[in-house]
């Protein structure tokens, strides 16, 4: 049981799994020549990686509802979780990434700020987990986190410094999580304080709202025909949290090998099946929050990410 | 042999020798591969190479493509939509393409969209035909807009039964892998396109700096290698120790049409395998309910075309067919046409089923002799339509002339008092009637020919006009320019109905036309001009007997001629007394 926890914390983690590729984007040179091709490669800022990180208690967290009270009822995890969490960051199977841009010099209140979420691959060929935290360690980043106009897909919007203290929020979070799948999750929030010299960033918190649906498309770490889904609903026994749509809360059943068979909407309509929880009807959510600290790294190029296979 | 005959004559020229006069060109021949491909009318008929009917079935005159698979994204009605908000209805063809990918490629802004903004892997459509990879495949697509720093279009033929599509936009899966492929890149002022085979690009193409439509086009040579062609100049070839194998069993693939971005889209794919030769008779009749494509209304005559259609004439605006026709009423007296004619408009999206305009009739019925609608064909692809309409008033008991009407709607056709083409001179050819014109525009002017016959003989003939600003046509001194056949010809009692097109591949005027023999019989005659004066049936005419399809009779051929196809729609008439407008095709024939 606990391996199983161990497993699905993982995955909840966004743990990025595989192996590194050299830079290889289809963006360069050509055999005769001919007209100069144009690099993909993002302004990456200034870098940090995550050094620590774990699920905050549940009683701690952002408040989402706006009813005065945090919200993040996966932090019931946190004490299964957390350990691990600190554990892949020692072995270097989650590397995160925070790339901010345009940050005054010094450090001054701005909007003008732009912070970019990145799941990296240890540079080091081979990989050398054990400088990952060195403060001037090497990374790359997979070119699937990239959008056509080479911009992180992870972008964060309303980025507010003010008094060093960093705070931004996004309607839309898309991670990459090569091993699981890309967690969606909706009205994202984030926050962290610049140490002084901004050699480190300090009481981070991120959080937001993971559909019933975008659970469901993760795969399982633990039931190989599962989902994340089911591990929460069949091992953990959580309801979603987050009423999105303002008709109520649903609620999901699992059957005793821990699959989601069932869901039922607020107003009592059941829907079969364990592809319940994508039907459109429903809407509903977790709360999830996660503490963190950061120190710099650096990002040195792009690697081509496992997903992107053309 | 041959070459020593010639051999022979500028010495005899030269000489002065009387032979030359004896020397009858028509004995020389034009048929073998060398004739039909060294720039030379050899058998002196006034038709070079692959324009002489004798050279059609050679291979060097064999260049009509026979396409496999052809989809038209640009023109779709529904695909004009923006990509923020498509029709949702607006699908792919999928007895053509299985698309794959999150999200799936969209038909919106004239084209089909990855609109796909992650740079992970690319969405797209892959073809259903599977195409074999020998000598003679080509795959043609025309693309649009530049795209963003890291957005693509690929197009290629990949040996992947179907590509991997996962439930979120970046999912993990096996993505388009073509091991032939021209797959865009972006470049410093635009974009190029690399060329690429076995996954490792061989070249790279010039540089595209505008968004416009450019077409990109790879095939097979008769050495097994793959050439890449870029607004039809080659800028890469396969290595040449890398030819595909060959055999009576080549591999096959799909052809698969990827991408990610907003800003390129495709906005038409074709595909052909090998050619084929012109056959100007092997027509033969649309499949099943097809091959009648409109008939009357047949509703107790509440319809001005209730009774019958007939005199088709189509254009095309957009992907779209516009087949204008003349319909009537029933009489009241017996089985038959009233003399109350109009125009209508039929339009078809696939060219099989015709749905009536809502306005119709275009042009309203009125007491009428004759009422039939010719086109200007306007190779531009203009939504302006240009009627010639041959009318002729009952009641004024004026003899059929030439109206002209155009549209910007295609739909509401203004009358205009004067006619542009009317009968001619008194004594000459066409003094009596002139009607049933096809017209095309003409350095910088239009040439029309119409049919035309004179008071004191009825036989009908096709005569050439030609007109510098579209509306003041003045004949031609040689008129008329096709003539009746000879006693026992389908076409001894007179030809009309003629409807020419230019084909610019052989600098050639192609005319079909209705033949009259004995009893009302009719046939269709075919003929091509390299002026548009001098014509020259077709040694096999008819190209098309009312049998050979099951009917009666035939008449009025309206043609429109796409990539390797002759499409014609014409008059008909089965055991039913009405006529009805039938459809064929004509796919030319195997080289031999």
Same mark, same amino acid.
């Given at each position: 049981?606990?391996?199983?926890?161990?497993?699905?914390?993982?995955?909840?983690?966004?743990?990025?799994?595989?192996?590194?590729?050299?830079?290889?984007?289809?963006?360069?040179?050509?055999?005769?020549?001919?007209?100069?091709?144009?690099?993909?490669?993002?302004? !990456?800022?200034?870098? +940090?990686?995550?050094?620590? +990180?774990?699920l905050l208690p549940s009683d701690q967290g952002f408040d989402l509802t706006g009813d005065g009270k945090p919200d993040n009822i996966?932090?019931?995890?946190?004490?299964?979780?957390?350990?691990?969490?600190?554990?892949?960051?020692?072995?270097?199977?989650?590397?995160?990434?925070?790339?901010?841009?345009?940050?005054?010099?010094?450090?001054?209140?701005?909007?003008?700020?732009?912070?970019?979420?990145?799941?990296?691959?240890?540079?080091?060929?081979?990989?050398?987990?054990?400088?990952?935290?060195?403060?001037?360690?090497?990374?790359?980043?997979?070119?699937?986190?990239?959008?056509?106009?080479?911009?992180?897909?992870?972008?964060?919007?309303?980025?507010?410094?003010?008094?060093?203290? !960093?705070?931004?929020?996004?309607?839309?979070?898309?991670?990459?999580?090569?091993?699981?799948?890309?967690?969606?999750?909706?009205?994202?929030?984030?926050?962290?304080?610049?140490?002084?010299?901004?050699?480190?960033?300090?009481?981070?918190? @991120?959080?937001?709202?993971?559909?019933?649906?975008?659970?469901?498309?993760?795969?399982?770490? @633990?039931?190989?025909?599962?989902?994340?889904?089911?591990?929460?609903?069949?091992?953990?026994?959580?309801?979603?949290?987050?009423?999105?749509?303002?008709?109520?809360?649903?609620?999901?059943?699992?059957?005793?090998?821990?699959?989601?068979?069932?869901?039922?909407?607020?107003?009592?309509?059941?829907?079969?099946?364990?592809?319940?929880?994508?039907?459109?009807?429903?809407?509903?959510? +977790?709360?999830?929050?996660?503490?963190?600290?950061?120190?710099?790294?650096?990002?040195?190029?792009?690697?081509?990410?496992?997903?992107?296979?053309? | 042999?041959?070459?020593?005959?010639?051999?022979?004559?500028?010495?005899?020229?030269?000489?002065?020798?009387?032979?030359?006069?004896?020397?009858?060109?028509?004995?020389?021949?034009?048929?073998?591969?060398?004739?039909?491909?060294?720039?030379?009318?050899?058998?002196?008929?006034?038709?070079?190479?692959?324009?002489?009917?004798?050279?059609?079935?050679?291979?060097?005159?064999?260049?009509?493509?026979?396409?496999?698979?052809?989809?038209?994204?640009?023109?779709?009605?529904?695909?004009?939509?923006?990509?923020?908000?498509?029709?949702?209805?607006?699908?792919?063809?999928?007895?053509?393409?299985?698309?794959?990918?999150?999200?799936?490629?969209?038909?919106?802004?004239?084209?089909?969209?990855?609109?796909?903004?992650?740079?992970?892997?690319? &969405?797209?459509?892959?073809?259903?035909?599977?195409?074999?990879?020998?000598?003679?495949?080509?795959?043609?697509?025309?693309?649009?807009?530049?795209?963003?720093?890291?957005?693509?279009?690929?197009?290629?033929?990949?040996?992947?039964?179907?590509?991997?599509?996962?439930?979120?936009?970046?999912?993990? /899966?096996?993505?388009?892998?073509?091991?032939?492929?021209?797959?865009?890149?972006?470049?410093?002022?635009?974009?190029?396109?690399?060329?690429?085979?076995?996954?490792?690009?061989?070249?790279?193409?010039?540089?595209?700096?505008?968004?416009?439509?450019?077409?990109?086009?790879?095939?097979?040579?008769?050495?097994?290698?793959?050439?890449?062609?870029?607004?039809? /100049?080659?800028?890469?070839?396969?290595?040449?120790?890398?030819?595909?194998?060959?055999?009576?069993?080549?591999?096959?693939?799909?052809?698969?049409?990827?991408?990610?971005?907003?800003?390129?889209?495709?906005?038409?794919?074709?595909?052909?395998?090998?050619?084929?030769?012109?056959?100007?008779?092997?027509?033969?009749?649309?499949?099943?309910?097809?091959?009648?494509?409109?008939?009357?209304?047949?509703?107790?005559?509440?319809?001005?075309?209730?009774?019958?259609?007939?005199?088709?004439? &189509?254009?095309?605006?957009?992907?779209?067919?516009?087949?204008?026709?003349?319909?009537?009423?029933?009489?009241?007296?017996?089985?038959?046409?009233?003399?109350?004619?109009?125009?209508?408009?039929?339009?078809?999206?696939?060219?099989?089923?015709?749905?009536?305009?809502?306005?119709?009739?275009?042009?309203?019925? #009125?007491?009428?002799?004759?009422?039939?609608?010719?086109?200007?064909?306007?190779?531009?692809?203009?939504?302006? &339509?240009?009627?010639?309409?041959?009318?002729?008033?009952?009641?004024?008991?004026?003899?059929?002339?030439?109206?002209?009407?155009?549209?910007?709607?295609?739909?509401?056709?203004?009358?205009?008092?004067?006619?542009?083409?009317?009968?001619?001179?008194?004594?000459?050819?066409?003094?009596?009637?002139?009607?049933?014109?096809? &017209?095309?525009?003409?350095?910088?002017?239009?040439?029309?020919?119409?049919?035309?016959?004179?008071?004191?003989?009825?036989?009908?003939?096709?005569?050439?006009? #030609?007109?510098?600003?579209?509306?003041?046509?003045?004949?031609?001194?040689?008129?008329?320019?096709?003539?009746?056949?000879?006693?026992?010809?389908?076409?001894?009692?007179?030809?009309?109905?003629?409807?020419?097109?230019?084909?610019?591949? #052989?600098?050639?005027?192609?005319?079909?036309?209705?033949?009259?023999?004995?009893?009302?019989?009719?046939?269709?005659?075919?003929?091509?001009?390299?002026?548009?004066?001098?014509?020259?049936?077709?040694?096999?005419?008819?190209?098309?007997?009312?049998?050979?399809?099951?009917?009666?009779?035939?008449?009025?051929?309206?043609?429109?001629?796409?990539?390797?196809?002759?499409?014609?729609?014409?008059?008909?008439?089965?055991?039913?007394?009405?006529?009805?407008?039938?459809?064929?095709?004509?796919?030319?024939?195997?080289?031999?």
């Amino acid at each position: 049981m606990i391996s199983a926890v161990r497993c699905v914390l993982y995955a909840l983690a966004l743990a990025a799994c595989g192996p590194a590729h050299p830079v290889a984007h289809p963006d360069g040179g050509t055999p005769d020549g001919g007209a100069a091709l144009v690099s993909c490669m993002p302004d !990456f800022g200034k870098v +940090y990686i995550i050094d620590t +990180y774990g699920l905050l208690p549940s009683d701690q967290g952002f408040d989402l509802t706006g009813d005065g009270k945090p919200d993040n009822i996966l932090g019931a995890l946190a004490p299964f979780a957390n350990p691990t969490f600190l554990n892949d960051i020692k072995v270097g199977s989650a590397i995160f990434l925070l790339g901010v841009n345009d940050l005054p010099d010094p450090l001054a209140d701005s909007t003008d700020a732009r912070l970019a979420f990145w799941v990296g691959i240890d540079g080091d060929m081979p990989p050398d987990p054990t400088n990952n935290l060195s403060g001037s360690a090497q990374f790359l980043v997979p070119s699937a986190q990239l959008d056509v106009d080479c911009n992180s897909t992870t972008v964060f919007q309303n980025n507010v410094l003010h008094a060093g203290k !960093f705070t931004a929020a996004t309607a839309h979070l898309s991670i990459v999580a090569q091993a699981i799948g890309d967690l969606e999750s909706t009205n994202d929030r984030l926050s962290f304080e610049f140490a002084p010299d901004e050699t480190r960033l300090n009481n981070g918190l @991120i959080g937001g709202i993971s559909t019933t649906c975008a659970l469901a498309k993760l795969s399982s770490p @633990i039931t190989p025909q599962g989902t994340l889904l089911d591990n929460i609903v069949g091992a953990f026994g959580l309801q979603p949290d987050i009423d999105v749509d303002g008709h109520g809360l649903d609620h999901l059943s699992a059957d005793s090998n821990g699959f989601v068979t069932q869901c039922q909407l607020p107003d009592g309509t059941l829907i079969d099946g364990h592809g319940c929880p994508c039907d459109a009807r429903m809407t509903n959510g +977790y709360s999830l929050a996660f503490f963190f600290t950061a120190l710099p790294a650096n990002i040195i190029g792009l690697a081509a990410g496992s997903s992107e296979l053309h | 042999m041959a070459s020593l005959r010639f051999g022979w004559l500028p010495l005899l020229a030269l000489s002065g020798c009387s032979l030359i006069t004896k020397f009858d060109p028509s004995q020389a021949s034009e048929s073998s591969a060398a004739q039909c491909s060294d720039g030379v009318d050899n058998d002196a008929d006034g038709l070079t190479d692959c324009q002489d009917f004798k050279c059609l079935s050679q291979p060097v005159c064999c260049n009509l493509p026979v396409i496999v698979l052809a989809d038209d994204f640009q023109h779709r009605d529904c695909a004009q939509a923006t990509c923020d908000q498509p029709d949702p209805t607006c699908t792919l063809d999928a007895g053509k393409w299985q698309p794959w990918g999150l999200p799936q490629p969209i038909l919106c802004n004239g084209g089909l969209s990855p609109h796909k903004a992650e740079l992970c892997y690319d &969405v797209g459509a892959l073809g259903q035909a599977p195409l074999p990879l020998h000598p003679g495949l080509s795959v043609a697509v025309t693309v649009a807009g530049i795209p963003e720093t890291a957005g693509q279009l690929a197009v290629g033929l990949t040996r992947q039964p179907q590509v991997g599509s996962g439930n979120t936009p970046c999912a993990l /899966v096996q993505g388009f892998q073509p091991e032939i492929a021209a797959i865009e890149a972006r470049s410093t002022n635009g974009y190029v396109f690399l060329a690429s085979f076995d996954h490792s690009t061989v070249a790279e193409s010039p540089e595209i700096t505008d968004d416009g439509a450019h077409a990109i086009r790879m095939q097979i040579g008769s050495d097994r290698r793959v050439i890449w062609l870029l607004d039809g /100049v080659e800028f890469a070839q396969s290595p040449a120790d890398q030819a595909l194998p060959g055999g009576m069993n080549p591999l096959t693939a799909r052809l698969g049409l990827a991408g990610r971005g907003l800003n390129a889209r495709f906005l038409d794919a074709r595909v052909s395998d090998g050619t084929q030769c012109d056959a100007p008779n092997a027509w033969v009749p649309n499949d099943g309910n097809a091959f009648v494509a409109l008939s009357g209304a047949d509703d107790n005559n509440k319809s001005w075309d209730s009774y019958q259609v007939f005199a088709p004439a &189509v254009t095309t605006v957009g992907n779209q067919v516009m087949l204008y026709y003349s319909g009537c009423t029933a009489s009241s007296l017996d089985d038959s046409c009233s003399q109350e004619l109009g125009i209508g408009l039929a339009t078809s999206a696939d060219q099989l089923s015709f749905a009536r305009a809502p306005t119709n009739p275009l042009y309203p019925p #009125r007491a009428r002799f004759g009422l039939e609608p010719g086109l200007l064909r306007d190779p531009t692809g203009s939504s302006n &339509v240009t009627l010639f309409i041959s009318v002729n008033a009952l009641a004024s008991q004026q003899n059929q002339e030439v109206y002209r009407e155009t549209s910007a709607d295609q739909m509401q056709f203004m009358e205009t008092g004067t006619a542009v083409l009317q009968p001619g001179p008194p004594g000459s050819w066409d003094d009596g009637e002139v009607c049933c014109s096809s &017209v095309l525009p003409d350095n910088g002017g239009l040439t029309m020919w119409f049919a035309g016959h004179s008071k004191s003989d009825g036989t009908w003939r096709i005569g050439v006009a #030609r007109s510098s600003d579209g509306f003041h046509f003045t004949e031609d001194p040689a008129n008329p320019v096709v003539r009746e056949g000879a006693n026992g010809d389908f076409d001894q009692n007179g030809v009309d109905d003629p409807e020419v097109l230019f084909d610019d591949a #052989r600098k050639l005027y192609r005319m079909w036309y209705t033949g009259n023999t004995v009893l009302g019989e009719t046939a269709l005659g075919y003929a091509v001009s390299t002026d548009g004066v001098r014509w020259h049936k077709f040694p096999g005419n008819p190209v098309l007997r009312p049998l050979d399809v099951g009917l009666q009779v035939v008449g009025s051929p309206a043609v429109l001629a796409d990539e390797g196809e002759l499409r014609m729609w014409l008059q008909g008439r089965a055991d039913d007394p009405r006529l009805h407008i039938y459809a064929l095709s004509n796919r030319g024939k195997a080289p031999q």
